[in-house]
């Protein structure tokens, strides 16, 4: 992938908390190479939280995803009445190869709590997007509110693509957090949207996502993507 936001909070624990912990010239500031260009990462040893400072392209695409883009990768709509849907949700391109469909599952609460595992969904892109990496996320919004000049988001999200569920999921996180804010600039340039994920899995991850967008909020200017990791496995690897 171009771009993939828990991998590098996860690799930024690493590097912070383990391989450069005893380091006699320590620094709490990374730059990691992706295929989206060089990000930015830090470490804030007080409260053990890695932040990214987020390479993005956001592009909302002209054709949205219907029930014939997700009905054939989620079993569980098919089996459902889709009462209280959106005839179509975004689709959202966080820089070109990937994108995400956004489905909104705020007012069906029983659905969202049994989404299955499917594939990736075949969304029609713009000219120049593809190939592109594509994936649900589908989301509830738990409510919002203004802090000031910030306004705080709390979403509960499941993001499934080829065939697997994610327990955190950073460009799709941005890719959702860009849309609303963008949807919802009149309420301001800052937000900030606390995201939680992977429950069902009894893997439960807070994302924070934060965004600010430009000068005339119709773009988005700066996206930073932090949160806290667990190391659950290691392992070697041997070289003959």
């Known amino acids: 992938m171009e771009f993939a936001g828990h991998p590098i909070i996860g690799a930024g624990h690493f590097l912070f908390r383990q391989l450069m912990a005893d380091a006699p010239t320590r620094s709490n500031n990374l730059t990691v190479m992706t295929k989206a260009g ?119 999200v499941c993001m499934i693509a080829i065939d697997l569920e994610a327990p955190a999921c950073g460009s799709g996180g941005c890719s959702l957090g860009a849309y609303l804010a963008l949807s919802n600039s009149q309420k301001g340039r800052h937000h900030r949207f606390y995201i939680d994920q992977g429950i069902k899995m009894g893997r439960d991850t807070q994302v924070i996502v934060d965004m600010v967008l430009d000068e005339d909020r119709k773009k988005v200017s700066t996206i930073k993507l932090a949160g806290h990791a667990a190391f659950v496995a290691e392992g070697s690897i041997f070289v003959d």
Request: hydrophobic share 40%; net charge negative.
């Open 38 to 156: 060089p990000v930015p990462i830090s470490y804030n040893p007080a409260n053990e939280v890695v932040s990214a400072e987020v390479p993005h392209n956001i592009h909302i695409h002209k054709q949205g995803a219907t029930a014939s883009h997700i009905l054939p990768v989620q079993a569980s709509l098919a089996a459902s009445n889709l009462q209280g849907l959106k005839e179509t949700s975004p689709v959202v391109s966080m820089v070109k190869g990937v994108t995400y469909a956004l489905v909104d599952l705020t007012e069906r609460p029983d659905i969202f709590a049994n989404i299955l595992l499917g594939g990736s969904p075949d969304l029609d892109l713009d000219e120049g997007w593809s190939p592109s990496f594509t994936g649900v996320m589908y989301h509830r919004h738990l409510g919002s509110r203004a802090e000031g000049d910030l306004v705080t988001w709390n979403l509960s």
